[in-house]
């Protein structure tokens, strides 16, 4: 969870990051249990049935299909998948979303005038063509970095090549040791 994402598409890019505490949103379970713990206990396998519950408003059938889309995120992350600028739905407006259309994480700004978004919600709604509909752009990712979050730079390619990238600023963005073996 110490890991950036540097997701070129186009001209533009956006940066993420996933934190402890958002990944019990991404699950649909109910607990009383804070979300960094829920996070620790998840990590360290020690999570037990009495630490979270079902209801109405986390029902089993919603939180078993977002615990199974947990497993494939990272497909989001090696794969054509689409970028999407401004999702609305009908009780929230998210900046960016990233679909490969069987699900979508939703992300928002949290550092004003930055390009560093976390996970905010995870739709698992049937959504196909419909979240690119709800959304106002829609492009095809290009390129996909990582780096730990103590790194300055992003020294990993997750998805794509260097050869489209134009953009000084990104390619400033990207370890020299990445760089120098492109050119």
């Known amino acids: 969870m110490d890991k950036h994402f540097l997701i070129v598409y186009g001209s533009k890019f956006i940066e993420l990051q996933f ?7 991404l699950t649909g379970v109910g607990t009383s249990l804070s979300a960094v713990t829920f996070f620790d206990l998840c990590l360290s396998n020690q999570l037990t ?3 979270f519950f ?3 408003r986390y029902p089993s059938s919603v939180s078993k299909k977002k615990v199974n889309n947990l497993f494939k995120i990272l497909n989001l992350f090696r794969s054509d998948s689409i970028i999407l600028e ?8 998210y ?3 990233i679909t490969e259309l069987h699900f979508t994480l939703c992300f928002k700004n949290f550092i004003n005038n ?3 978004y976390t996970v905010c919600s995870h739709r698992i709604e049937n959504m196909s063509a419909s979240i690119v509909e709800k959304s106002k752009n829609a492009y095809f990712i290009d390129c996909i970095f990582s780096k730990s979050a103590s790194d300055d730079k992003y020294n990993h390619i997750v998805f794509g090549g260097l050869e489209n990238i ?3 600023i990104i390619l400033n963005m990207v370890s020299n040791e990445l760089t120098n073996n492109f050119i």
């Open 19 to 25: 934190l402890p505490e958002n990944f019990l949103h």
């Open 49 to 51: 049935t009495n630490q």
């Open 54 to 56: 079902y209801n109405r």
């Open 86 to 93: 401004e999702i609305t739905t009908d009780t929230q407006l």
């Open 95 to 97: 900046e960016i979303g």
């Open 114 to 116: 930055s390009n560093l």
């Open 166 to 168: 134009k953009s000084e």
